[in-house]
């Protein structure tokens, strides 16, 4: 049996293979994206193996023309020799022909296209000779390329004025740091040591980042044809997020933490109106809680935005607000919506403010108007190009009349542009991953719903079959456990959980109480006691997949990173039915953790009824060190040494604990890592390999035979 797998149009492929002459990393796919492929559907192929996460693309980021005619997206891939990923902007036309928007210049790394008004242009940030993130112009009808800026700082945010005539954008403001103790000065030719660090601040460190310069964020203004850049905000205060201009180009609205306890409670933000010309900033809303995100109606007259009231609990909904210019008739579109919306978007065609928002394992595109009346638009939005399979990664841009592009993923989809037209016609634009997609025969993805035992509330999740799994026979079996641990799985592509199935295993991945989009009250049953029951939720899922029939019960694995580690770690201090456990980038003691971490103003104050110093018996019995004495299970630890979300020594004291009780451990530590293992190609192979090395020791399947 064949299938036909069709993509795109054939036209004109000796000229796009022309235009990707020298783009060995890419050329082989835009064969696929062009014409289509043939596939014997019944032939046994390899699953997926390490060096092929290198070839998986993924997009990002889709920008709709004024006009909805063409979708400039953000192309990204991985490149083997230099490790990293890599981007580029490439254009499709609505029957989904793509090319590169700038084949053969010069720069690299392009990133944020954003239309101009009149759909003539685009403005992108592309890094320059020197390595230094700048605004470049691209015009459409010629084909020239203009470098707008010359910062050496990154730019972010970039907004169009109404009239084309400018752009706004943040950008980090440097500031010098005094001295706290004068040195003397070291004689000519003297190499002493570096300075010290004096270290003044709550948050000084952030993970990926390292230690934070010192300086603020500002707004800046420049000019559409470049030269220097206007600063508009002033203060030591942050600004972020999105830029709303007004209609007659005289004040734009922002959002920013400017209360003077802001480094005390850095949840907490405003919407603000600036005055173009005296730059005056004025609040608009005024209580505890984040205020984000603002977006003004086409006629001016109505502004929606992100907000919720901070009640201090480990999960609020973030819902969608609308309040007039002047900041008056303030109401909730969303109270209804027992889920967190994205970040709101008015269509004037549509006559709706549009969002996403993750429901029940899916995200999901949709509407609400302004009597509160929400639509369903579009489901499974999305990209993830490598690591686990959470939901995110989902963005989209709406045209004048109403046509919608955005990212949309599945489990055998990392990430491809669709359309969604004002009547609701929907076509995916790219299949990126078509070529690797038809070669190699992955894990097949399938639902599962089960009770817990704790108190019989429904628990959804999912498992990855290996390729050639033949029901008849018993598999080993890999619970693989999500982080947060306010977050959510879904049937997303995971370059890892297919790295792993390839090798026999089934995986199972769920959704235990605490994550997201099943509602606040399923989030917040850990509030103030996780890990708690959501290890029930765990273990029943372990013994649904058992119930199937083909899980040998003598082969269960587990694993899971950051909260999945803080998970992977109490499982195996209460039960020992997993033969080996793999225990990613986890906290192991909180209170140790609440104060080294790079947040720390925020774990004690949501996760924690008080400080540490005030409740240490609260910080003790909820983690896992408390549990080392009942360990019996084999533990290998493994975490980046730059992680600052979860610094290392959390890992040191549990391997250190499990080696003086004389159990089988390991601590696999991965250099120059943060939090985010995957952000490397090589380290997530590392992980994975490592990961599967351990389980292989014992019992698990032998790698070396697949």
């Known amino acids: 049996m064949y299938r036909e797998i069709e993509f795109g149009n054939c036209k004109s492929v000796s000229a796009r293979l022309r235009l990707l002459f020298g783009h060995a990393v890419l050329g082989l796919f835009l064969m696929t994206a062009v014409c289509s492929v043939t596939v014997d559907a019944g032939t046994a192929v390899r699953g997926l193996e390490y060096n092929d996460i290198f070839d998986v693309q993924f997009a990002t980021d889709p920008q709709i023309s004024p006009d909805g005619r063409s979708v400039i997206f953000v192309r990204n891939y991985f ?26 210049t010069t720069t690299t790394d392009a990133s944020s296209p954003r239309w101009s008004p009149d759909g003539k242009r685009v403005a992108f940030v592309s890094t320059d000779s020197n390595g230094k993130s700048q605004l470049f112009s691209y015009w459409i009808n010629s084909g020239k390329i203009g470098r707008l800026t010359s910062f050496t700082e990154s730019p972010t945010g970039i907004t169009w004025s109404p009239d084309g005539t400018m752009m706004m954008f943040f950008m980090r403001v440097a500031e010098q740091q005094k001295p ?10 003297a190499k002493w040591s570096e300075p010290a660090k004096v270290v003044t601040r709550l948050k000084y460190r952030s993970d990926g980042s390292g230690f934070l310069p010192h300086g603020f964020t500002h707004l800046f203004a420049v000019s559409s044809n470049g030269g220097a850049a206007t600063q508009i905000t002033s203060g030591d205060f942050n600004h972020g997020g999105r830029i709303a201009w007004s209609q007659d180009h005289r ?110 394992g899916d995200t999901k595109l949709a509407a609400v108007d302004n009597n509160g009346v929400i639509k369903t638009l579009a489901v499974g939005l999305g990209s993830n190009g490598n690591g686990r399979p959470y939901l995110g990664g989902e963005s989209f841009t709406a045209s004048k009349n109403g046509t919608i592009a955005y990212t949309i993923g599945a489990s055998h989809r990392p990430g491809d542009v669709a359309l969604r037209t004002a009547n609701g016609r929907t076509k995916v634009l790219t299949n990126l991953n078509e070529f690797l997609m038809a070669t190699g025969k992955f894990g097949e ?56 199935a390839s090798k026999g ?34 273990m029943s899922g372990v013994d ?42 986890p906290v192991i003691n909180w209170f140790s953790f609440s104060l080294t971490a790079d947040n720390a103003a925020f774990y004690s ?35 980046g040494e730059d992680d600052l979300r979860t610094p290392i020594p959390e890992s040191e004291q549990f391997y250190q604990a499990l080696k003086m009780r004389k ?30 090395a351990w389980f292989e020791k014992y019992g698990g399947e032998k790698i070396g035979n697949r």
């Open 505 to 538: 295993y089934v995986i199972l991945y769920t959704n235990p109480r605490g994550s997201t989009s099943y509602g606040a009250e399923f989030a917040n049953q850990i509030h103030h006691k996780y890990p708690g029951n959501d290890y029930d939720d765990l």
């Open 544 to 585: 649904a997949m058992i119930e199937k029939g083909f899980i040998d019960e003598e082969s269960l694995f587990v694993t899971g990173g950051s909260g999945g580690g803080v998970l992977t770690a109490w499982i195996v201090g209460k039960t020992d039915r997993f033969k080996a456990a793999v225990v990613a980038k």
């Open 180 to 189: 706290l103790a004068k040195m003397p000065s070291p004689p000519k030719g």
């Open 251 to 360: 004040s734009v609205f922002i959002s920013a933490n400017r209360s003077p306890n802001w480094e005390y409670e850095p949840a907490n933000s405003e919407v603000y109106k600036i005055t173009l010309g005296s730059n005056t900033i004025s609040p608009l809303t005024d209580r505890f809680g984040p205020d984000s995100n603002p977006s003004i109606s086409d006629d001016g007259k109505l502004i929606a935005y992100n907000s919720y009231e901070d009640k201090l609990m480990g999960y609020h909904n973030s819902g969608i607000r609308v309040m007039d210019t002047n900041g008056g008739g303030t109401r909730d579109l969303t109270a209804n919506l027992d889920r967190s919306a994205g970040a709101p978007e008015w269509n004037e065609a549509l006559k709706s403010w549009l969002f996403t928002y993750s429901d029940i």
């Open 445 to 500: 993805v399938t639902e599962v719903k089960y009770k817990s035992s704790f108190d019989g509330r429904e628990i959804q999740g999912w498992y990855m079959t290996p390729p050639g799994f033949d029901p008849k026979k018993k598999h080993p079996l890999i619970l693989e456990i999500h982080g947060g641990p306010f977050a959510a799985y879904g049937p997303r592509f995971s370059s890892e959980l297919q790295l792993m």
């Open 79 to 104: 490149d083997i020799m230099t490790d990293r990923r890599r981007s580029e902007l490439w254009i499709s036309d609505l029957d989904g022909n793509i090319e590169p928007l700038l084949p053969g």
């Open 605 to 639: 104050k949501y996760w924690f009824s008080a400080p540490p110093w005030e409740k240490p018996e609260e910080y003790y019995k909820r983690s896992p060190i408390s549990l080392v004495g009942n360990v019996k299970t084999p533990t290998m630890l493994l975490t």
């Open 663 to 692: 159990i089988d451990t390991a601590m696999v530590r991965i250099p120059g890592s943060s939090h985010g293992i995957a952000a490397k190609p090589s380290n997530l192979i590392a992980k994975v390999a490592h990961i599967l």
